[in-house]
């Protein structure tokens, strides 16, 4: 946490967000990858469920997954490798809620990983906010841009 001369934190609010293990987001997701149509006493996965799991975990422990931050626990005091929801965190004032963080503070990450953090978090957090295009307008721009592309493909109804 940033803080200057006088040890107190520079900003005036603090971003905490909840941690799960991460056999609990992998299970999650398998669950909504699942078709809800198969229903069996043992686990039934399909290949491209597979797949689409197999992604998802590559993405999530190379922390490339939006919304989420994975803790690797090797080498550290968490007792299991565990999640980060980044879409679930929560800000509150550093004036009421600092020293019981720091006093609850487990680990920290390294500069590396903070720099990682604040990038996943700028990406939810940073986007310009510009008008969206009339609805009409971009119909008409659509249709055009598959006219030239793709002839054929103009005769479907377009839906903004």
């Known amino acids: 946490m940033p803080r200057g001369r006088d040890r107190q934190c520079k900003a005036p609010y603090i971003v905490i967000a909840p941690v799960r293990a991460l056999d609990a987001v992998v299970q999650k997701h398998l669950d909504e990858l699942n078709s809800a149509d ?5 686990p039934v996965v399909g290949n ?8 998802f975990m590559q993405r999530l422990l190379n922390n ?3 919304g989420y931050f994975y803790l690797d626990a090797e080498d550290t005091d968490l007792p299991e490798d565990s999640v980060a929801f980044l879409n679930l ?3 509150i004032k550093t004036n009421h809620h600092l020293q ?5 503070k ?3 990450l390294t500069d590396t990983f ?3 953090l604040g990038w996943l978090l700028g990406q939810k957090y940073s986007r310009v906010g510009t008008p ?9 721009k659509i249709a055009a841009a598959l006219q030239t592309v793709a002839p054929g493909w103009t005769r479907l109804r377009l839906r903004l």
């Not at 198969?38 to 043992?42: E, P, Q, S």
């Open 38 to 42: 198969v229903k069996a006493a043992l």
């Open 48 to 55: 491209r469920a597979k797949s689409k799991l197999s992604e």
């Open 64 to 66: 490339n997954e939006s």
């Open 89 to 91: 965190s929560i800000a």
């Open 100 to 104: 019981t963080c720091i006093d609850a």
């Open 106 to 108: 487990v680990l920290q």
């Open 114 to 116: 903070q720099a990682k």
């Open 132 to 140: 969206d295009m009339d609805a009409d307008k971009a119909r008409k």
